[in-house]
């Protein structure tokens, strides 16, 4: 059973910097893709980035892009967010998700397995 596990949210003044992780478990970790999406109350769950399994490729929203990076660490199944010139509008629950393929893709569709979310909160 895959299992994804998130850490590392909390409040922080626009400006500042969070990083999040998300181990997994249950699956050859570095077979699959990984993402992270976001939710605000009564929005969908949006795109903000993923990860190939090697990590070799990336894709990020335009709306992060410059100031989030995606990584991970195959070695320890896990990976990573670093959030940095937070704004408050990244104000969200941040999910990790594993996709069942080797590039994943920007869709909620595209990945079949969620973390239980944590919450980012940026004050202004």
């Known amino acids: 059973q895959v299992q994804l596990v998130e850490s590392g949210g909390g409040l922080v003044q626009a400006g500042g910097s969070l990083r999040l992780s998300c181990a997994a478990s249950?699956?050859?970790?570095?077979?699959?893709?990984m993402g992270w999406f976001r939710q605000v109350p009564g929005k969908e769950r949006d795109f903000v980035t993923s990860?190939?399994?090697?990590?070799?490729?990336?894709d990020y929203a335009d709306s992060v892009k410059g100031r989030f990076t995606i990584s991970r660490d195959n070695a320890k199944n896990t990976v990573y967010l670093q959030m940095n010139s937070l704004k408050p509008e990244d104000t969200a629950v941040y999910y990790c998700?594993?996709?069942?393929?080797?590039?994943?893709?920007?869709?909620?569709?595209?990945?079949?397995?969620w973390g239980q979310g944590t919450q980012v909160t940026v004050s202004s």
């Open positions: 249950g699956r050859t970790f570095s077979r699959y893709a």
């Open positions: 998700a594993g996709a069942n393929t080797y590039y994943g893709g920007k869709y909620y569709s595209d990945y079949r397995y």
């Open positions: 990860i190939s399994g090697s990590g070799g490729t990336t």
